[in-house]
């Protein structure tokens, strides 16, 4: 057990960064001091029914002790940068480690190599669990690569490998160090159930906070393989959705590393599904303005844009715009909005809005300005709704439908992305707090053709739209400026 115990090593460094004695912990936890010598020296472990107050302890005590130095230096090993936050992060740590112990003790897998474990079947559900690994903590500096073929895994296993970091990310912080790509399988013979698409958008969306990239190929059909370099790997055959058999586990470096390589090979240009761009990179090359004089342009809005701004509102957010490490200047948005404009007035766009997306631009007044969230006032909220509804007016090619709320409620927990389709560019832009990972070019034919079809199956179907014509969605709108209206006489 000592080889394995990872969970004591983590503890005694902790401690020793923090020079916090054993007697002095356990006075902090009320604990005879033989209990953490044994935790410390591997010996045993904290049991089950006291492990989350002792971990808890163990953390608060470990940051209250910490030098400055030391306190910098966990502050870049966990991409933190205060105290609540470090805590959460070495209870995380510590429990992971705990659990990982554990579940070696209970294991009923065979020694096939050095730091290598076989098992002849396992649920789902135990494949998963073994795939988070404690190395995912490693958020400073961690390369994965996996090559799964998800879309045929039972939706509950589909939502559990999406979350596989397993940290809690209730800040939704950027973590530059994190590098994963994933392989996956998208020759799927039946599309017309919109959860594959749906899951797809709200996974892309759920990693803007890591360098995260999306293959795809035939090499991932019927497997599940996962490594983490330097760290850890497992592999396995899917051979229904909720089943692998011949596992194999390695924390073995030469092994893992030899999987993450092999893996790393189908990641390439020629199969990369999603291309990250950034909004310079877009008004730039002209992909803003190709997308927008496209043929059939179909847009699925979760949260409102620049597109329907009248112009005395748009120079006024475009003077106060200072978008993050890029150079757009006033004149390329003057120019963008114009054309924008123009387009919106006389071309056919079909136009699906979800519900929830005007009524919370009417409270929060939050606007994806060009990739930048700004905060208008209500009174700016009045004139953009009042525009928006104007702009229906004017031209009767727009067409315009009402998405229910909740379209599946599985994966709400991810705010509602944008996704824009036509016949020659389609691209995402998603909500997350990293601005460089907003925004996605569909980088295969394959994907543009999952979620056009998507877009035109949801736009048909009376399950998924709340509000289809052009009367009662002006009402809708109409309902969302009284709110406004009322926030504004209530000052």
């Given amino acids: 057990m000592k080889e394995k115990n990872r969970f004591s090593s983590l503890l005694k460094r ?78 995380d740590n510590l429990q992971s480690e705990l659990n990982y112990v554990r579940e070696l003790k209970e294991t009923t897998g065979s020694n096939i190599a050095p730091q290598t474990l076989h098992y002849p079947e396992l649920t789902l559900a135990e494949f998963l669990a ?18 799964i073929d998800i879309l045929s895994l039972d939706q509950h296993y589909q939502l559990m490998v999406a979350d596989f970091k397993g940290r809690q990310d209730v800040n939704f912080r950027y973590y530059p160090g994190v590098h994963f790509s994933m392989l996956i399988n998208l020759d ?29 190929g035939m090499q991932a059909v019927g497997k599940i393989v996962f490594a983490v370099k330097d760290a850890y790997a497992i592999s396995g055959m899917v051979v229904d959705k909720t089943h692998c058999l011949s596992v194999v586990t390695s924390e073995d470096i030469t092994t893992c590393n030899a999987i993450y390589d092999r893996v790393a090979s189908f990641c390439n240009n020629e199969t990369l599904l999603v291309r990250k761009v950034t909004m310079g990179e ?58 924008v404009k123009s387009i919106l007035e006389n071309m056919d766009i079909q136009i699906l809005v979800h519900e929830d997306a005007l ?20 009174q700016q909220r009045l004139k953009y709704l009042q525009h928006f509804t104007s702009l229906f007016q004017k031209n009767p090619r727009l067409n315009i439908k009402m998405l229910r709320s909740g379209l599946l409620t599985d994966l709400q927990c991810v705010p509602n992305p944008t996704l824009f389709l036509s016949d020659t560019l389609c691209y995402l832009r998603l909500v997350r707090t990293a601005p460089t990972n907003n925004i996605s070019i569909l980088n295969k034919v394959q994907i543009c053709d999952v979620f056009r079809r998507f877009f035109d199956d949801i736009w048909t179907d009376n399950k998924y739209v709340a509000i289809e014509d052009r009367i009662s969605a002006a009402e809708m709108v109409q309902h969302v400026i009284q709110t406004v209206n009322i926030l504004l006489q209530n000052g």
């Fill in 14 to 91: 902790l401690m020793a960064m923090a020079g916090l004695k054993n007697h002095t912990l356990a006075m902090q936890l009320q604990y005879d001091e033989s209990y953490i010598s044994k935790w410390v020296n591997g010996n045993s472990l904290p049991s089950d029914k006291t492990a989350e107050s002792v971990l808890r302890g163990i953390s608060r005590c470990i940051v209250d002790t910490l030098d400055d130095d030391s306190r910098q230096a966990l502050y870049l090993e966990y991409q933190v940068d205060q105290d609540d936050d470090l805590m959460r992060a070495a209870y």
């Fill in 130 to 147: 073994k795939m988070q690994h404690p190395s995912l903590r490693q958020v400073k500096s961690l390369y994965v690569v996996a090559m």
């Fill in 282 to 339: 877009m008004l730039h090359s002209h992909d803003y303005l190709q997308y927008l004089f496209a043929r059939n342009q179909r847009w699925l809005l979760g949260h409102l844009t620049e597109h329907f701004l009248p112009d005395d509102l748009h120079e006024e957010l475009a003077a106060g715009y200072h978008p993050v490490n890029e150079s757009i200047d006033k004149e390329t948005l003057q120019k963008t909005h114009i054309l």
């Fill in 359 to 378: 009524t919370d631009f009417a409270v929060s007044g939050q606007l994806d300005f060009y990739n930048q969230k700004v905060n208008l006032t209500p």
């Fill in 188 to 216: 799927l013979n039946d599309w017309t159930n919109p959860y594959n698409a749906v899951f797809l958008i709200n996974m892309l969306s759920k990693e803007t906070n890591v360098d995260y990239q999306l293959y795809s």
